[in-house]
């Protein structure tokens, strides 16, 4: 059965009804054709645009909230010497306008809950090959985790982190705008938008199985909230963030497309290779990780993997400066290492070429009992069970 088949069906047998479900089913075919890989290539000259450092962000979040009404064009742009006229030309914005733009609308609109109402209108589309990746990847936990990830390229408001517990993976944002309105509205409007993601990606909503914890008090607008989410919300708490629970989490997803999923994280990355002044230093650990891997699979390197200290030479650093500036995005050497084997170990995985003990040198690890344990940990089953869900 196609991918365009599948969603369809599972469209049709779940959350939504029959009627939704054919609205619904014209949406999914414009997005699969842009993450199929047949048509990669044609897609990527349209998205292959100049690339912004992380002082900008993407305005189509800013359009989609004017088309949507909540204020005037004149209040939104107020104090920040734009016009409608000149947003139109623009192709990014500065986070400067966008957090005086987000203020604005705050400030002026009627509608109290106008982040999780902007939020359930920003389809993946919004998002170019950061939401494609998210909408191919192979389970909704890998989809949740590329998109919290990946999103941080296009707005330099937030780092996030991804937490394991014992029953649960704990999604925390942490701002980094200092505004109190735009952190409110960031979070609000993300988690609405990522509702709307596990809904599409598992059929139907959770409920109140997901939770969602918020550090504003919601002053007089709680009982609003409350009706605007699915997931359960607690108010008040110390960090912003989302928990799935991890039958959730390891959910595979029936848009899942391998090829796709790579093809959109390659572009995500060459996107990270031509920002010639990154701050985000994790990005840059990371992407210093992902070359050694290709180099590997090459064979033009060995298999240990770069160590903290082979990394702080690279970036002509000490050790001690290097865990300051991970500790300060939520970060770590250890995190970031674990986060590229979990996505070359799926990627290898579903090319039979690749035996167990094939991928666990290619990983670094000395002995292949070492890496189906680590394997184990990350997705709750074996390597070779996983591979025979593959087929």
Request: with cysteine.
């Amino acid at each position: 059965m196609s991918a365009l088949l599948r969603a369809k069906s599972i469209i049709q047998s779940g959350y939504f009804n029959r009627t939704d479900a054919d609205h619904c089913f014209h949406f999914m075919t414009f997005l699969l054709s842009l993450t199929d890989s047949r048509h990669y290539n044609r897609i990527m000259l349209q998205l292959n645009k100049p690339s912004v450092s992380s002082s900008t962000s993407d305005k189509a979040y800013v359009l989609i909230a004017q088309t949507l009404g909540f204020v005037s064009v004149e209040d939104m742009l107020s104090g920040t010497g734009l016009t409608e006229e000149t947003l139109s030309e623009l192709e990014y914005l500065s986070i400067t306008d966008t957090i005086a733009i987000v203020n604005n609308v705050h400030a002026h609109t009627n509608d109290p809950n106008w982040a999780a109402t902007l939020g359930g209108h920003l389809g993946v589309t919004s998002h170019g090959p950061v939401g494609y990746a998210t909408l191919s990847a192979p389970t909704l936990g890998k989809a949740l985790a590329t998109f919290v990830e990946w999103e941080q390229l296009r707005s330099g408001t937030y780092t996030g982190s991804i937490i394991e517990t014992d029953e649960s993976f704990e999604i925390v944002i942490n701002d980094t705008s200092l505004d109190t309105v735009f952190q409110e509205f960031f979070f609000e409007a993300l988690m609405r938008a990522l509702e709307v993601l596990v809904t599409l990606i598992l059929g139907k909503s959770p409920g109140a199985e997901m939770v969602l914890h918020f550090k504003t008090d919601a002053a007089n607008r709680k009982a609003l909230m409350l009706k605007m989410y699915d997931s359960q919300l607690c108010f008040g708490t110390d960090v912003n963030k989302l928990v799935v629970p991890k039958r959730y989490w390891f959910a595979p997803s029936p848009l899942a497309d391998q090829d796709s999923y790579e093809l959109n994280l390659e572009k995500c990355r060459r996107l990270l290779a031509k920002k010639q002044h990154s701050n985000r230093i994790d990005l840059l650990v990371r992407q210093i990780i992902y070359h050694h891997f290709e180099a590997v699979r090459a064979g033009d390197a060995t298999s240990a993997p770069p160590t903290q200290a082979v990394i702080c030479k690279r970036l002509h650093m000490t050790e001690r400066t290097l865990i300051r500036q991970l500790g300060a995005v939520n970060n770590s050497y250890k995190r970031i290492l674990e986060t590229e084997r979990q996505r070359l170990a799926e990627q290898l995985l579903a090319d039979a070429r690749y035996t167990i003990f094939n991928i666990s040198e290619i990983l670094g690890y000395k002995e292949s009992a070492n890496f189906c344990r680590a394997f184990r940990r990350w997705f709750g089953q074996s390597p070779s069970s996983y591979r025979r869900n593959l087929r």
